[in-house]
Antibody, heavy 123, light 110 residues
């Protein structure tokens, strides 16, 4: 059974940093592109970032470019999102998500989502 | 404002056919395949259709998709009460070099 378990969310002040993690199981983690997608309270889905199986292909939404950094550890079946210079508009439920493909971060489809971890940016 | 445009709401009665549209541009829908997601209240999204019209295992054939030019649509035949959810379209965008989602359509089964 595929499982994605996010952790690391919480309340953080504007300008501070937070690191999210996602523990994967039930599939061959190293064979898939992985994503972070967020959803602000009561709002729609917003893609944040994606990383290919070997970390050679990475993409970010313009809204987080230069502030967020995605990484993965295939040996540990884990995905990470380092979030710096956080803003109130970054407040959202952050989902870790698995893609159907391995290489092309734009060529597949997200086929499984975790339950999310909530990040609240507020003073 | 979302790059992909969906109607904010749709409704139908049990047994009816409902369609949800998703409008984009040459840099996303016209150039790439589209995926559809269903999000039941309080839960994570679930993949409903991929590559325009392919159903993952377990998704009923009541759900179908189509794409033409810069637009796509999701059709639900034989609407059931459990279909009440938010529906999102998604596609890769060449100009933004990233995935874009529609704003979501809240489907109400009357």
């Amino acid at each position: 059974e595929v499982q994605l378990v996010e952790a690391g969310g919480g309340l953080v002040q504007p300008g501070r940093s937070l690191r999210l993690s996602c523990a994967a199981s039930g599939f061959t983690f190293g064979d898939h592109v992985m994503h972070w997608v967020r959803q602000a309270p009561g709002k729609g889905l917003e893609w944040v970032s994606a990383i290919s199986w070997n970390s050679n292909n990475i993409g970010y939404a313009d809204s987080v470019k230069g502030r967020f950094s995605i990484s993965r550890d295939n040996a540990e079946n884990s995905l990470y999102l380092q979030m710096n210079s956080l803003r109130p508009e970054d407040t959202a439920l952050y989902y870790c998500a698995k893609d159907m493909v391995a290489i092309d971060i734009g060529g597949g489809a997200i086929d499984f989502w975790g339950q999310g971890t909530l990040v609240i940016v507020s003073s | 404002q979302s790059v992909l445009t969906q109607p904010p709401s749709a409704s139908g009665t049990p047994g009816q056919r409902v369609t949800i549209s998703c409008s984009g541009s040459s840099s996303n829908i016209e150039s790439h395949t589209i995926n559809w997601y269903q999000q039941l209240p309080g839960t994570a999204p679930k993949l409903l259709l991929y590559t325009n019209n392919q159903r993952p295992s377990g998704v009923p054939d009541r759900f179908s998709g189509s794409k033409s030019g810069t637009s796509a649509s999701l059709a639900i035949n034989g609407l059931q009460s459990e279909d009440g959810a938010d529906y999102y379209c998604a596609a890769w965008d060449d100009s933004l070099t990233g995935w874009v989602f529609g704003g979501g359509t809240k489907l109400t089964v009357l």
